[in-house]
């Protein structure tokens, strides 16, 4: 396949991932497993998925990531099981 075409591939995947972000999502917690899995999104910071599109404010975000031994430069791939748990709930507050 040709570089370019993949590359425009990926980034619209990870576009599109950011995007459809909904905290009412039912299928939320496979979101982030499935992201932490997948080459092309495990490189996507947590902080902006979760700030991207207005739903959660970007300090509170911030506030409750450091809450939990993370940082806004914290990605998919470096989440535990434990992280993605606690996200979660933070989200359904």
Request: charged residues 30%; proline residues 1%; hydrophobic residues 40%.
């Amino acid at each position: 396949m040709n570089l370019l075409i993949e590359i425009k591939q990926v980034k619209k995947a990870r576009l599109n991932f950011i995007k459809n972000f909904n905290i009412d999502d039912p299928n939320l917690i496979s979101n982030f497993y499935n992201a932490r899995n997948n080459n092309s999104l495990c490189s996507i910071r947590v902080h902006k998925y979760l700030t991207d599109g207005g739903q959660k404010g970007k300090v509170e975000t911030a506030r409750f990531l450091e809450s939990i031994n993370l940082n806004e430069k914290t990605i998919f791939k470096d989440l535990t099981d434990l992280d993605i748990d606690n996200i979660v709930k933070f989200l359904k507050q």
